[in-house]
């Protein structure tokens, strides 16, 4: 009997089309999640002109994931294959997030997306359960990348900047993402503007129409942007551990710019944890680990201090900055060749 459900189980791991299961139910106690980083933004490169930083993470990406119990290690643009590869092999899951660049820079963050996307279903497709999580351009992004990610990016124009509750789909109680919510965050989110947009772009129906992709990913709740227009707010993938939302559940508990009226009431905190606390339990059901604790250790975001860059100006609170390419990086430089 034992053989027979083995068999089962490998048939609907590998049979095409067939979604893919999880084959531990034991959770890993020490989940460490992958973070993509992204070009840096004009405003913060003036901001550090001599250091010529090339990209960033928002802290309260970083942040969320911790406080669901998770670690965070930064994942950077610009590499190869290889590194992706190698990378994806010691960790449990890649949140993309959002953020304000385009698609269409070389080396940037949706060419380092794309291969993560692509590695993630090879991870998958072999047995090891991983998942991915977009969050707004993160979101944006995944669906493009489903679509081929031609020349025309799979996205429409629309413009939303507010607080919004979400308008679930029928069959929403049977999704990964919400079966397992309460029913007080449930009415949160049904009831209450407590989802915040922040987006230029937006992902339709017509655009899962047009890439044939309602056969792959299943939409589950809608919001309206400040014209009227209907865009998806949360999605999943019907076959991979695949997961996007067009809003930002991490600014609620880290972002406090004041002109951005973003809900910080207790009701909002509770159903915006839900996201984040779901996405790092389905990376507790991956094994991926590093050799050891001081390579673990050599990786983990720690190694690096954020800046306050919301005395600057900026719209996130906190930002972590990676490889300088100005002056400072090269005085850094000098001193270490001269106590070399």
Not at 183 to 190: C, P, R
Not at 215 to 228: F, L, P, Q
Request: aromatic share 14%; hydrophobic share 35%.
């Amino acid at each position: 009997m034992k053989g027979v459900l083995l068999l089962l189980v490998a048939c609907c791991m590998y049979c095409k089309g067939a979604v893919v299961v999880r084959t531990n139910d034991v959770l890993n106690e020490r989940p460490i999640i992958g973070v993509l980083s992204q070009e840096q933004s004009l405003y913060l490169h003036t901001k550090f002109p001599e250091e010529n930083y090339t990209s960033y993470i928002a802290a309260s990406y970083v942040k969320s994931v911790e406080a669901a119990g998770a670690r965070v290690v930064p994942i950077l643009i610009g590499k190869d294959r290889s590194y992706y590869a190698e990378l994806m092999g010691k960790i449990n899951g890649v949140l993309f997030p959002g953020g304000a660049t385009y698609f269409n820079q070389s080396n940037g963050y949706a060419d380092a997306g794309q291969m993560i996307y692509e590695i993630a279903m090879e991870l998958n497709e072999a047995g090891n359960y991983f998942p991915i999580f977009g969050t707004c351009l993160g979101f944006e992004l995944l669906i493009i990348l489903a679509s081929g990610r031609g020349e025309k990016e799979n996205r429409k124009r629309c413009y939303s900047y507010q607080n919004d509750h979400l308008h679930f789909e029928a069959d929403y109680r049977s999704s990964k993402m919400f079966k397992g919510a309460s029913e007080q965050i449930i009415d949160i989110l049904k009831n209450q503007n407590v989802t915040v947009n922040a987006h230029q772009f937006c992902i339709v129906d017509e655009n899962l129409k047009a890439y044939n992709l309602t056969k792959e990913w299943r939409v589950t709740s809608y919001s309206y942007d400040e014209n009227g227009l209907e865009f998806i707010a949360s999605v999943e993938h019907k076959k991979y551990p695949f997961y996007g939302v067009q809003f930002h559940p991490e600014k609620i508990s880290f972002e406090w710019k004041l002109s951005k009226n973003y809900p910080h009431s207790y009701d909002s905190l509770v159903a915006n944890r839900h996201f984040m606390d779901f996405f790092v339990k389905e990376c507790r059901y991956n094994y991926n680990s590093f050799s050891n604790a001081a390579e673990e250790n050599k990786y983990l975001i720690y190694n690096y201090s954020p800046k306050f860059t919301g005395a600057l100006g900026s719209a996130y609170h906190q930002c972590y900055l990676f490889e300088p390419r100005g002056s400072v990086a090269s005085a850094k430089n000098d001193v270490i060749q001269k106590h070399k």
